[in-house]
């Protein structure tokens, strides 16, 4: 079955850019979107933005402008930048893979997500 | 932007207990909804997409409804390994958001 596992620095500076990685196995990353999700400790779940296996990214509005996400299908992977980093973006950074059911009546797809990775602690602190 | 609210934030309740959590969206979402189960330390695990469809290896005895802008999960029996935190979670115009969650307690 696909899996999904974080990695990158635990500890980035302040004003600095947080660079994490998702790599995917047990399945192909192609013909799939893929999303980076975060959780600060003891809060909720937000959605920083997701990333398609041809490269089409849709953001989180709130984030945009720090944001930018790649993919690399030859490594099966897909990365995130975030760049200017406060200790507000201190949290626990999962990766998942958003899942498409086709609205016919809508003409429009609809999204969820099946797969989660554990997810990677990162600390902003100089 | 599309906001949820989930009701109520905790829930204190005895295994055994029939539960119901509530995700209200701030405009109609369809039936485009998630449940997710989240547990200390872990990441959030998918229980009912599409309002209502039940993710395969998911017991029966977890069920969501709804459309529109009202939702519902509800549990038919708690059983111990489901004392945790819930999210609803919208999908619409390329965006995703989630609701603030709900900590199922033991009461």
């Known amino acids: 079955q696909v899996q999904l596992q974080e990695s990158g620095p635990g500890l980035v500076k302040p004003s600095e850019t947080l660079s994490l990685t998702c790599t995917v196995s047990g399945g192909s990353i192609s013909n799939f979107y893929w999303s980076w999700i975060r959780q600060p400790a003891g809060k909720g779940l937000e959605w920083i933005g997701r990333i398609h296996s041809t490269g089409s990214t849709n953001y989180n509005p709130s984030l945009k402008s720090r944001v930018t996400m790649s993919v690399d299908t030859s490594k099966n992977q897909f990365s995130l930048k975030l760049t200017s980093v406060t200790a507000a973006d201190t949290a626990v950074y999962y990766c998942a893979r958003d899942k498409g059911v086709w609205f016919g009546d809508l003409y429009s797809y609809y999204y969820y997500m099946d797969v989660w990775g554990k997810g990677t602690t990162v600390t902003v602190s100089s | ?107």
């Open chain 2, 1 to 107: 932007d599309i906001q949820m609210t989930q009701s109520p934030s905790t829930l204190s309740a005895s295994v055994g207990d029939r539960v119901t959590i509530t995700c209200r969206a701030s405009q109609s979402i369809n039936s485009w909804l998630a449940w997710y189960q989240q547990k200390p330390g872990k990441a959030p695990n998918l229980l009912i997409y599409k309002a209502s469809s039940l993710e395969s290896g998911v017991p029966s005895r977890f069920s969501g409804t709804g459309s529109g802008t009202e939702f519902t999960l509800t549990i038919s029996s708690l059983q111990p390994d489901d004392f945790a935190t819930y999210y609803c979670q919208q999908y619409n115009s390329y965006s995703y958001t989630f609701g603030q969650g709900t900590k199922l307690e033991i009461k």
